[in-house]
Protein backbone atom coordinates (compact mmCIF):
# COMPACT_ATOMS: atom_id res chain seq x y z
CA UNK A 1 0.00 0.00 0.00
CA UNK A 2 1.21 3.49 -0.90
CA UNK A 3 -0.11 6.50 0.28
CA UNK A 4 0.60 9.96 -0.76
CA UNK A 5 -0.33 13.05 1.15
CA UNK A 6 -0.30 16.11 -0.61
CA UNK A 7 -1.73 20.42 -0.51
CA UNK A 8 -0.15 21.30 3.09
CA UNK A 9 1.62 24.82 3.07
CA UNK A 10 1.82 27.85 4.69
CA UNK A 11 -1.32 29.92 5.44
CA UNK A 12 -2.64 32.65 7.82
CA UNK A 13 -4.70 32.17 10.57
CA UNK A 14 -8.46 32.25 9.10
CA UNK A 15 -7.27 30.75 5.65
CA UNK A 16 -8.26 27.71 4.23
CA UNK A 17 -6.66 24.86 2.59
CA UNK A 18 -7.22 21.36 1.39
CA UNK A 19 -5.65 17.93 1.61
CA UNK A 20 -5.34 15.28 -0.55
CA UNK A 21 -4.39 11.50 0.05
CA UNK A 22 -3.82 9.19 -3.22
CA UNK A 23 -4.17 5.56 -2.57
CA UNK A 24 -2.55 2.87 -4.87
CA UNK A 25 -1.70 -0.93 -4.11
CA UNK A 26 -4.56 -2.46 -2.18
CA UNK A 27 -8.38 -1.54 -2.72
CA UNK A 28 -8.73 1.35 -1.54
CA UNK A 29 -12.53 1.20 -1.48
CA UNK A 30 -12.59 -1.05 1.02
CA UNK A 31 -10.49 0.73 3.76
CA UNK A 32 -11.62 2.94 6.12
CA UNK A 33 -9.29 5.50 6.54
CA UNK A 34 -7.96 8.33 8.60
CA UNK A 35 -5.90 11.74 8.69
CA UNK A 36 -3.67 12.78 12.05
CA UNK A 37 -1.57 15.62 13.09
CA UNK A 38 1.31 16.05 14.59
CA UNK A 39 3.04 19.10 16.10
CA UNK A 40 6.82 19.15 16.49
CA UNK A 41 8.00 17.32 19.78
CA UNK A 42 4.47 15.94 20.32
CA UNK A 43 2.73 12.57 19.51
CA UNK A 44 0.29 11.79 16.41
CA UNK A 45 -2.98 12.96 17.50
CA UNK A 46 -6.56 12.41 15.60
CA UNK A 47 -8.36 14.54 13.48
CA UNK A 48 -10.71 13.04 11.04
CA UNK A 49 -11.95 9.52 9.79
CA UNK A 50 -13.75 8.26 7.03
CA UNK A 51 -15.24 5.00 6.65
CA UNK A 52 -14.90 3.05 3.18
CA UNK A 53 -17.54 3.72 1.71
CA UNK A 54 -18.03 7.66 3.04
CA UNK A 55 -21.16 6.89 4.68
CA UNK A 56 -19.64 7.69 8.27
CA UNK A 57 -16.98 10.41 9.55
CA UNK A 58 -15.17 11.14 12.65
CA UNK A 59 -13.49 14.28 13.85
CA UNK A 60 -12.15 15.24 16.88
CA UNK A 61 -13.90 17.84 18.98
CA UNK A 62 -11.41 20.81 18.19
CA UNK A 63 -12.05 20.52 14.24
CA UNK A 64 -15.91 20.25 14.20
CA UNK A 65 -17.77 22.34 11.89
CA UNK A 66 -13.95 23.59 10.62
CA UNK A 67 -12.86 20.30 8.43
CA UNK A 68 -14.57 18.29 6.75
CA UNK A 69 -13.39 14.40 5.39
CA UNK A 70 -13.99 13.20 2.01
CA UNK A 71 -13.50 10.10 -0.41
CA UNK A 72 -13.94 9.55 -3.96
CA UNK A 73 -13.64 5.91 -4.33
CA UNK A 74 -13.02 6.25 -7.81
CA UNK A 75 -10.65 8.02 -7.99
CA UNK A 76 -8.54 6.32 -5.42
CA UNK A 77 -8.19 9.48 -2.98
CA UNK A 78 -9.57 11.10 0.42
CA UNK A 79 -9.55 14.61 1.61
CA UNK A 80 -9.33 17.30 4.66
CA UNK A 81 -10.98 20.38 3.45
CA UNK A 82 -9.49 22.66 6.60
CA UNK A 83 -11.51 26.01 7.20
CA UNK A 84 -11.39 28.87 9.48
CA UNK A 85 -7.40 27.87 10.32
CA UNK A 86 -5.85 28.54 13.87
CA UNK A 87 -2.05 28.21 14.75
CA UNK A 88 -3.09 25.26 16.65
CA UNK A 89 -3.84 23.31 13.90
CA UNK A 90 -0.38 23.42 12.96
CA UNK A 91 1.43 20.29 12.20
CA UNK A 92 2.58 17.66 10.14
CA UNK A 93 -0.51 15.43 8.25
CA UNK A 94 -0.67 12.00 7.70
CA UNK A 95 -3.19 9.79 6.32
CA UNK A 96 -3.65 6.43 7.05
CA UNK A 97 -5.44 3.21 6.54
CA UNK A 98 -7.29 1.62 9.17
CA UNK A 99 -6.33 -1.77 9.73
CA UNK A 100 -9.59 -4.23 8.85
CA UNK A 101 -11.32 -5.52 11.89
CA UNK A 102 -9.49 -2.78 14.05
CA UNK A 103 -11.17 -0.80 16.85
CA UNK A 104 -11.17 2.58 17.66
CA UNK A 105 -10.91 4.99 14.36
CA UNK A 106 -9.42 7.73 16.45
CA UNK A 107 -6.16 6.08 17.53
CA UNK A 108 -3.01 5.79 15.72
CA UNK A 109 -2.61 2.05 16.12
CA UNK A 110 -5.69 1.31 14.21
CA UNK A 111 -3.69 2.10 11.21
CA UNK A 112 -1.58 0.14 9.45
CA UNK A 113 -0.42 1.99 6.66
CA UNK A 114 0.45 5.71 6.24
CA UNK A 115 1.54 8.43 4.19
CA UNK A 116 4.62 10.41 4.21
CA UNK A 117 3.08 13.57 5.87
CA UNK A 118 2.43 17.24 4.19
CA UNK A 119 3.35 20.49 6.47
CA UNK A 120 0.60 22.83 7.36
CA UNK A 121 1.96 25.98 8.94
CA UNK A 122 -0.81 28.46 10.04
CA UNK A 123 0.51 31.69 10.79
CA UNK A 124 -0.99 34.91 12.89
Known amino acids: VQLQASGGGLVQAGGSLRLSCAAS????????MGWFRQAPGKERLFVAAVSWDGGSTYYTDSVKGRFTISRDNAKNTMYLQMNSLKNEDTGVYYC??????????????????WGQGTQVTVSS
Open 25 to 32: GRTFRASD
Open 96 to 113: AVRKLGSSGARTARSYDY
